[in-house]
């Protein structure tokens, strides 16, 4: 990935639907050159623009869930546990016996029946941990690149929310999002079309889901504008330059709550920040362009507030990220499995 393509990349982390015309103007070449450096980013796995189940109706329930195995079994395990719809990222790290799933249930039910009755009677899986999220302080969607200046960066916000207005998606920065509707056949048919391709027009999407454009048109804007879905902007973040993950597993004093998640949510490079349940009630992992530049994130952080670390690792490996199966580089696959919001959760894969 050139400069340029990385430019695009990060425009599209901002603003996932933007049209073209506008990326190229905050990029600086034309929508033409725009669509053909996306073609060839999405052909080759390079980036691409998923859908992340926020919220339903129901009592979402999002939990990381530490999965052991012995290390001869690790591979065969992670094949089996990325089939699962439920499970919409997967990693692997310095433990070598040690799978971390990022799990979306549509209710606390679907985990449980995961984590005690899927994986418990699951031959290769020698014990779960699930830590259970109570609160997201930063998601995936919310990382960033840093390929545009501040100028680009403030353009391609303004163009984001007069996009979004456009399709009657936007509402003022603060505003609480309208009440989440449940899903029915038509909604999740959408979902799964986004899924496989977030950036997709409204014509193609009705014709995916045989539906119409304005109806289409009327669904996409209710799924975004109640925060039922989000889109975001993933890269192959080796091809793109930072090839490092790390993730934390910490305990936060109850006084030193609200400080710590001001002081985390405030520090550049974070992917993901959420509160937890259980002995580390905290979680939190970064994307890095060197080992030193984790060095440098746990040292901002701990002259900022007072944390016990319980645990931290490398995750070496993606196997899956927001359904999509990833390569051994972090490339996308031309598999997808699709995330139980938008199908019926279905049950592990028999294992031979």
Known sequence: MDDVDRAICHVLQIAPRLPWVDVGAVVGISATACAARWKRLTGEGLAWVSVQPVRTAGAQTTAIVEVRCAPANRRALARTLAADARIVGLDESTDAGLLLATVITPDLGGLTRLVL??????????????????????????WR??????????????????????????????????????????DRALV???????????????????????????????????????????????????????IWFARVPPAESERTIAALGSLAHLRLGVQTTGEANLV???????????????KALGGSVR??????????????????????????????????????????????
């Open 284 to 298: 939190f992992s970064v994307f890095s362009r060197s080992v030193a530049g984790v060095a440098s994130f746990e």
């Open 117 to 142: 009755d899927d994986l418990g009677s699951c031959g290769d899986v020698a014990g779960v941990d699930a830590h259970v999220v109570t609160q997201v302080i930063r998601d995936g969607s919310a």
């Open 307 to 352: 944390i016990e670390v319980l645990r931290s690792m490398f995750l070496l490996r993606s196997v899956k990220r927001m359904g999509w199966i990833v390569d051994e580089s972090g490339r996308r696959t031309g598999s997808l499995v699709v995330p139980a919001v938008a199908e019926a959760a279905a049950g592990l894969p028999s294992v031979p």
């Open 145 to 186: 690149l840093d390929d545009l200046d501040s100028d680009q960066i403030a353009e391609a916000g303004r163009l984001d929310r007069l996009a979004r207005a456009d399709l009657g998606q936007w509402a003022p920065r603060g505003a609480a999002p309208a009440p989440a509707e449940p899903l029915g056949p038509e």
């Open 192 to 246: 799964a079309a986004l899924a496989r391709d977030g950036r997709a027009s409204v014509a193609e999407l009705a014709r995916r889901t045989q539906g119409t454009p304005a109806t289409v048109r009327r669904r996409l804007a209710r799924l975004v504008g109640t925060e039922t879905i989000r889109f975001r902007c993933e890269v192959a973040h080796a091809a793109a330059g930072w090839p490092i993950t790390a």
